[in-house]
Structure formats: C-alpha cells, structure tokens
C-alpha cells in the first residue's frame, strides 16, 4: 500500500490526490486512475476483474459523473462477461 501511495504522488506530482486502483490480471499492470481531491469529490469505486467504476461529482459545481476506466481481455468469451457485468452494474440487467 505505501509503495502505491509513493507511487501515485511521484506521477501525480503532489500528495493533493485520491486514486483507486485494480490489481493486474495475467501480465498487465493493472488499472489506476488519480484525480485532484480539491477539485473532485469521490462517492463509490466499484471494482470488476477488468475494470474501476468511479461515482463522483465536481466540488465546485455539484456536477455529478461516473468514469469507467476499462482494460478489456482479448479473449471473446472473458470480454463479453466483462460487458455483461458492467451492463449488469448500470442496468439490472
């Protein structure tokens, strides 16, 4: 965990930072994203084997939005339960 941290804040170049990330599956690296806590306010980070779903808004102006930060198998089958699972996720389908 401290090594993320460390990480994190040499990419992002300060310590004004709140990130989330999904440990690798196979030889990826993984998925991490950062964003500015001054600027966004992060609500939820759900985690899929291939993917981060992100609820948050813009502090300033309430605007509310979701990121889906998505690396995506190469296998037909795993990609398509990737899809469904976010479907799934959004839909309640």
Same mark, same amino acid.
């Not at 599956?25 to 291939?50: K, P, Q, R």
């Not at 948050?56 to 398509?80: G, H, M, S, W």
């Given at each position: 965990m401290l /090594?993320?941290?460390f990480? !994190?804040?040499a990419v992002w170049g300060n310590s004004k930072? %709140?990130?989330s990330f999904q440990a690798s599956l %196979? $030889?990826?690296g993984g998925i991490l994203t950062v964003w500015d806590t001054d600027v966004v306010e992060v609500w939820t980070t759900s985690h899929f084997n291939h $993917? /981060? !779903?992100i609820r948050e808004r813009v502090i300033c102006t309430c605007l509310e939005f979701v990121i889906v930060n998505v690396y995506a198998p190469c296998?037909? $089958?795993t990609k398509q339960l990737l899809w469904d699972q976010l479907s799934s996720f959004f839909f309640g389908k």
């Amino acid at each position: 965990m401290l /090594l993320m941290i460390f990480f !994190v804040t040499a990419v992002w170049g300060n310590s004004k930072c %709140g990130y989330s990330f999904q440990a690798s599956l %196979g $030889a990826s690296g993984g998925i991490l994203t950062v964003w500015d806590t001054d600027v966004v306010e992060v609500w939820t980070t759900s985690h899929f084997n291939h $993917a /981060l !779903v992100i609820r948050e808004r813009v502090i300033c102006t309430c605007l509310e939005f979701v990121i889906v930060n998505v690396y995506a198998p190469c296998d037909t $089958a795993t990609k398509q339960l990737l899809w469904d699972q976010l479907s799934s996720f959004f839909f309640g389908k």
